[in-house]
């Protein structure tokens, strides 16, 4: 299994991000797919997931700015990050479970204020 994550980057407080991770090494369709972020002296969480079905799930803290989405056509999922905060700042990670987590390289996400 291969994760490739890109799209972060540095942007200001109310700026919009959109982080792409494509996928290799799975049955992409049939998989659920999950952003985490690792922000500074934090554990990381989780911040969004994609069912198989397009069913979809949100930390509390992003709900109403973070839009997670998938092609499957290009096994691509993708998080459209609105209105962003200096507490969205961290290194943005797309997971996925294969028997066993699989992480991508992670894309790092500065949100200046």
């Known amino acids: 299994v291969q994760l490739q994550a890109s799209g972060g980057g540095l942007v200001q407080t109310g700026g919009s991000l959109r982080l792409s991770c494509v996928a290799s090494?799975?049955?992409?369709?049939?998989?659920?797919m999950r952003w985490y972020r690792q922000s500074p002296g934090k554990q990381r969480e989780m911040v969004a997931l994609i069912a198989s079905s397009s069913g979809t799930t949100y930390a509390e803290s992003v709900k109403g700015r973070f839009t997670i989405s998938r092609d499957n056509a290009k096994n691509t999922v993708y998080l459209q990050m609105n209105s962003l905060k200096p507490e969205d700042t961290g290194v943005y990670y797309c997971?996925?479970?294969?028997?066993?987590?699989?992480w991508g390289q992670g894309t790092q996400v500065t949100v200046s204020s």
């Open positions: 090494g799975i049955i992409f369709s049939a998989t659920s």
């Open positions: 997971n996925t479970w294969v028997g066993k987590d699989a």
